[in-house]
């Protein structure tokens, strides 16, 4: 029997991986989330979202695309891990998630080049953007991997535009190191519509992600799993961030089916967290 059931819970609540279903809104999460769909509804352009490790923008990236999938006047692609090498193939990949038929003008030509993607993805965004009034968006996550040549491509395809709004919508979510990457592209930073930056949860927010996670996954009881004084600690060693939560809550869960006891208290997280600190080594002189 897996350990979640044990406690009385129908499925795993402090999993690591993004998925939409245990997406805790808290202000800042809420707020991101809205202005987002403002941002994308009126079709302004380019909207960045920043924030540290852990601090929930892929389960962000998550919620939004699964809403805005939901509605059938949105083509949408997601692009995970842009590590692309050159402009060429983050091109061709742009074309392929939209399904986009790209051919050369030179006759006999060895391979397709850059003009002949941007040419191509120019006639599909007019296509779909204008003629079929649809809301093309595009959300890359963990951004800050990419490099200045696909940073340069994205300022480009964000030049396309009627006099009322941009044809492409383009979300960039990434690590605090993309901001002076972007800064330092002047006519891409100019077009930015929306910056926010998601800062970590407080510590009533981290009992009200505790329990909300633990609701999601079936728990009923009237007893709470987390004591208020467990839920300080977790928030002090934490700082805060949605993943390190996660990941203390679960080590707390499996903690209490181990030793046989019901409820994670102060005494029980700061044992976690003297297990999870690594002693330093000592320099020798």
């Given at each position: 029997?897996?350990?979640?059931?044990?406690?009385?819970l129908?499925?795993?609540?402090f999993?690591?991986?993004?998925?939409p279903?245990?997406f805790y809104?808290?202000?800042?999460?809420?707020?991101?989330?809205y202005?987002l769909?403002?941002?994308?509804?009126?079709?302004r352009?380019?909207?960045?979202?920043?924030?540290?490790?852990?601090?929930?923008?892929?389960?962000?990236s998550?919620?939004?695309?699964?809403l805005l999938?939901?509605?059938?006047g949105?083509?949408m692609?997601?692009?995970?891990?842009?590590?692309?090498?050159?402009e060429?193939?983050?091109?061709?990949d742009?074309?392929a998630?939209?399904?986009?038929?790209?051919t050369?003008?030179?006759?006999?030509a060895?391979g397709?080049?850059?003009l002949?993607?941007?040419?191509?993805i120019?006639k599909?965004?007019?296509e779909?953007g204008?003629?079929?009034n649809?809301?093309?968006v595009?959300?890359i996550?963990?951004?800050?991997?990419?490099n200045?040549?696909?940073l340069?491509?994205?300022?480009?395809?964000?030049?396309?535009?009627?006099n009322?709004?941009k044809?492409?919508?383009?979300?960039?979510?990434?690590q605090?190191?993309?901001?002076?990457?972007?800064?330092?592209?002047k006519?891409l930073?100019?077009?930015?519509?929306?910056?926010?930056v998601i800062?970590?949860?407080e510590?009533?927010?981290?009992k009200?992600?505790?329990?909300?996670?633990?609701r999601q996954?079936?728990y009923?009881?009237?007893?709470?799993?987390?004591?208020?004084?467990a839920?300080?600690?977790?928030?002090?060693?934490?700082?805060?961030?949605p993943?390190?939560?996660?990941?203390?809550?679960h080590?707390a869960?499996?903690?209490?089916?181990?030793?046989?006891k019901e409820?994670a208290d102060?005494?029980?997280?700061?044992?976690?967290?003297?297990k999870?600190?690594?002693?330093v080594?000592?320099q020798?002189s």
């Amino acid at each position: 029997m897996s350990y979640y059931r044990i406690l009385g819970l129908e499925k795993e609540p402090f999993s690591t991986s993004p998925d939409p279903e245990f997406f805790y809104q808290s202000k800042e999460h809420k707020s991101a989330l809205y202005r987002l769909r403002v941002a994308i509804e009126l079709k302004r352009g380019l909207s960045l979202i920043l924030g540290d490790v852990g601090a929930g923008k892929t389960t962000l990236s998550r919620k939004l695309s699964q809403l805005l999938r939901a509605d059938p006047g949105m083509i949408m692609a997601v692009v995970l891990n842009p590590m692309y090498e050159t402009e060429e193939e983050f091109l061709a990949d742009m074309a392929a998630r939209f399904h986009v038929s790209v051919t050369s003008d030179k006759a006999g030509a060895d391979g397709l080049n850059k003009l002949d993607y941007m040419k191509a993805i120019e006639k599909f965004l007019f296509e779909k953007g204008v003629e079929e009034n649809q809301t093309i968006v595009v959300l890359i996550d963990e951004a800050q991997k990419l490099n200045n040549g696909c940073l340069e491509i994205l300022r480009s395809l964000l030049n396309y535009e009627t006099n009322e709004y941009k044809i492409l919508q383009l979300i960039l979510m990434g690590q605090m190191e993309l901001l002076p990457q972007i800064s330092c592209i002047k006519n891409l930073w100019d077009r930015i519509a929306l910056k926010y930056v998601i800062n970590s949860l407080e510590e009533s927010e981290v009992k009200e992600l505790i329990n909300f996670r633990l609701r999601q996954a079936g728990y009923v009881s009237r007893y709470p799993l987390f004591s208020d004084n467990a839920i300080g600690a977790i928030h002090n060693y934490t700082q805060g961030y949605p993943r390190r939560i996660a990941m203390l809550c679960h080590d707390a869960l499996e903690y209490l089916v181990m030793h046989k006891k019901e409820i994670a208290d102060k005494n029980v997280i700061q044992e976690l967290i003297q297990k999870d600190v690594k002693p330093v080594k000592q320099q020798v002189s």
